[in-house]
T-cell receptor, first 115, second 117 residues
């Protein structure tokens, strides 16, 4: 079955530690995205990648880093510089990075809690 | 600036009631897309509909219908004869131009719908 997988589902981290969230897709999509969701809030864009080996900062990129070495993978690292990392993180992909049209497919999410 | 407003934070209905979720957007683009997504308790967002700015026809899909009105910048979503399985958070989103040829989605804060039996 085609889709997006994220792991782990739940993640606990001590303050000051970096942690990496995994996102894999087998939809053969060019574009991938990371969003952050806080309670009662919509999704906010952290980073996006139009194509392999290229990525851009979204609206709230501070304290996060990404890589896109393979088409199917777009891992997100939450660094110790992120002041309030406890949130629900969603990965998404779309067929292409085209003008206006942007139907995105989402993974099941990772819930990160900083202890 | 582009913005999506979902003024209803929470709505509670009893099964079989009809319910409308409101979405108002702001954009300077003449061409844009609007979306609705459903987020059930499992957390994964499920795509429901995409509508482009040139198509103002209302759309119906089973118990779901959408009313797009450019004059009022609204894209409202109605569920007819609601069911318990409709309980979820619903997000309205607007495509926003980024870079020279790309877009990103701007999401509203969502409306939590609770349907009781």
């Amino acid at each position: 079955d085609g889709g997006i997988t994220q792991s782990p589902k739940y993640l606990f981290r001590k303050e000051g530690q970096n942690v990496t969230l995994s996102c894999e897709q087998n939809l053969n999509h060019d574009a991938m995205y990371w969003y952050r969701q806080d309670p009662g809030q919509g999704l906010r864009l952290i980073y996006y990648s139009q194509i392999v080996n290229d990525f851009q900062k979204g609206d709230i990129a501070e304290g996060y880093s990404v890589s896109r070495e393979k088409k199917e993978s777009f891992p997100l690292t939450v660094t110790s510089a992120q002041k309030n990392p406890t949130a629900f993180y969603l990965c998404a992909s779309s067929m292409e990075w085209g003008p206006y049209y942007n139907e995105q497919f989402f993974g099941p999410g990772t819930r990160l809690t900083v202890l | 600036a582009q913005k999506v407003t979902q003024a209803q934070t929470e709505i509670s209905v009893v099964e079989k009631e009809d319910v409308t979720l409101d979405c108002v957007y702001e954009t300077r683009d003449t061409t844009y897309y609007l979306f609705w997504y459903k987020q059930p308790p499992s957390g994964e967002l499920v795509f429901l509909i995409r509508r482009n700015s040139f198509d103002e026809q209302n759309e119906i899909s089973g118990r779901y219908s959408w009313n797009f009105q450019k004059s009022t910048s609204s894209f409202n979503f109605t569920i007819t004869a609601s069911q318990v399985v409709d309980s979820a958070v619903y997000f309205c989103a607007l495509s926003e131009a980024r870079d020279q040829a790309g877009t990103a989605l701007i999401f509203g804060k969502g409306t939590t719908l609770s349907v009781s039996s």
